[in-house]
């Protein structure tokens, strides 16, 4: 079974420019999650969403980052202006159900902003 | 506000002996355990979970142990292998926090040969 696909895997690009990034999550999962991680501040949540609706956005650390779910097989995380300070590790992780299920991870988007 | 804490980054152990990893929490709304495990490259894997309502849960050989009262629960690996050699994460999540998991920081096993 396919499992959470991320892309790409390596971005590299210069401060100012607009990132996104892509999660296609597992078929028949209704929530999706989207962390980063940093060796600072560990595996933090950005935002998840259920059922295609974004639940709660606490976590995404500025305006500069958006994230959308136009359907249940796609999500982006988008960071418009880019900045130095955005480089880490996105995942993407989705679940089926509610509570009790774990969250499967994809293989995480590493980011490094120049 | 580091609600989960994992206070050893790393630990070595000989193949064939025991793994004991650590984790702590202060928010006893808690009531739903997991521990992840990640290897370079590649995203956490879940591994095994636990609910508040027990203390011991079992899965080959790895069992989760959870102390409510101390707030602290433990991963144990019997016997430990080369291939358990990753980064291992303990996350917790509470009632009406949505889906929500709140992560440890992680630590590094090391499994010897």
């Known amino acids: 079974d396919a499992g959470v696909i991320q892309s790409p895997r390596h971005e590299v690009t210069e401060m100012g420019q607009e990132v996104t990034l892509r999660c296609k999550p597992i078929?028949?999962?209704?929530?999706l999650f989207w962390y980063r991680q940093t060796m600072m501040r560990g595996l933090e949540l950005l935002i998840y969403?259920?059922?295609?609706?974004?639940?709660?956005d606490s976590g995404m650390p500025e305006d500069r980052f958006s994230a959308k779910m136009p359907n249940a097989s796609f999500s982006t995380l988008k960071i418009q202006p880019s900045e130095p300070r955005d480089s880490a590790v996105y995942f993407c992780?989705?679940?089926?159900?509610?509570?009790?299920?774990?969250?499967?991870f994809g293989d995480g988007t590493r980011l490094s902003i120049l | 506000d580091q609600q989960v804490k994992q206070n050893s980054p790393s630990l070595s152990v000989q193949e064939g002996r025991i793994s004991i990893l650590n984790c702590d929490y202060t928010?006893?709304?808690?009531?739903?355990f997991l521990w992840y495990k990640k290897y370079p490259a590649e995203g956490p894997t879940f591994l095994i979970s636990?609910?508040?309502?027990?203390d011991k849960n079992e899965d080959g050989r790895f069992t989760v142990f959870l102390n409510k009262s101390a707030k602290h629960l433990s991963l144990h690996i019997v016997p430990s292998q080369p291939g358990d050699s990753a980064v291992y994460f303990c996350?917790?999540?509470?009632?009406?926090?949505?889906?929500?998991?709140?992560f440890g920081t992680g630590t590094r096993l090391a499994v010897r040969p």
């Open positions: 928010n006893s709304m808690f009531d739903y």
């Open positions: 996350a917790a999540s509470a009632p009406r926090s949505g889906d929500k998991l709140t």
């Open positions: 969403f259920n059922n295609n609706v974004p639940i709660d």
């Open positions: 636990i609910s508040s309502i027990k």
């Open positions: 078929s028949g999962h209704n929530s």
């Open positions: 992780a989705s679940r089926e159900g509610r509570g009790g299920q774990p969250q499967h």
